[in-house]
């Protein structure tokens, strides 16, 4: 059980806003910057946003991250089947001094 | 290319040690953490520890201090991740991954499988 929650599942059809919440505590979301990440069966994790809404060179802007207070959101607009996929969720936890992933997401597109 | 290389999948018995690596190349090893983080089947990413390689300063996530021991060695851009009695229950995708307040390198990946 993370201590920053996702929720299990979220869907959407072709061209859909759909958007991911991620939701901790003020030791964690509420104090440090969180970053997201989506990964494919059988590849590596991609670095999706890091420092609440910032985008590394390559992620379509089609995504778009943010916080607020405790609770962190991934929100992807004009979904694409190619979206499908996992996606977490990261931020450091100031009690555990270390970083905690959310539970994880499983896209899918309908 | 700026790279983590982990070292290749393992198929272990229960009871047996298991030191998999990751190593870092064309970028300054000891000025990042790097950090492990285990898929198990069909489960999500869980966070087990982190090291800085250049003082080789460890911590651990709660729920793998004293399962695990990772280590790192500087000279040869090095992070390794240690089991000294295999269970089961650790056959999992273990992937090792850069640490800048988030990760943003990662390596490809070691599966470890430990079945009698």
């Known amino acids: 059980q993370s201590v920053v929650t996702q929720p299990p599942s979220a869907s959407g059809t072709p061209g859909q806003r759909v958007t991911i919440s991620c939701s901790g505590s003020s030791s964690n979301i509420g104090s440090n910057a969180v970053s997201w990440y989506q990964h494919l069966p059988g590849t590596t994790p991609k670095l999706l946003f890091y420092s609440n809404d910032q985008r590394p060179s390559g992620v379509p802007d089609r995504f778009s991250g943010s916080k607020s207070g405790t609770s962190a959101s991934l929100a992807i607009s004009g979904l694409q089947s190619e979206d499908e996929a996992d996606y977490y969720c990261?931020?450091?936890?100031?009690?555990?001094?270390?970083?905690?992933f959310g539970g994880g997401t499983k896209l899918t597109v309908l | 290319e700026v790279q983590l290389v982990q070292s290749g999948a393992e198929v272990k018995k229960p009871g047996e040690s298991l030191k998999i690596s990751c190593k870092g190349s064309?970028?300054?090893?000891?000025?990042?953490?790097i950090g492990w983080v285990r898929q198990m089947p069909g489960k999500g990413l869980e966070w087990m520890g982190i090291i800085y390689p250049a003082d080789s300063e460890t911590r651990y996530s709660p729920s793998f201090q004293g399962q695990v021991t990772i280590s790192a060695d500087k000279s040869i851009s090095t992070a390794y991740l240690q089991w000294n009695s295999l269970k089961a229950s650790d056959t999992a995708i273990y992937y090792c991954?850069?640490?800048?307040?988030?990760?943003?390198?990662w390596g490809r990946g070691t599966l470890v499988t430990v079945s009698s």
């Open positions: 990261a931020v450091w936890d100031d009690s555990l001094h270390g970083p905690v």
């Open positions: 064309r970028y300054t090893f000891t000025n990042h953490w």
């Open positions: 991954a850069r640490h800048f307040s988030y990760f943003d390198l």
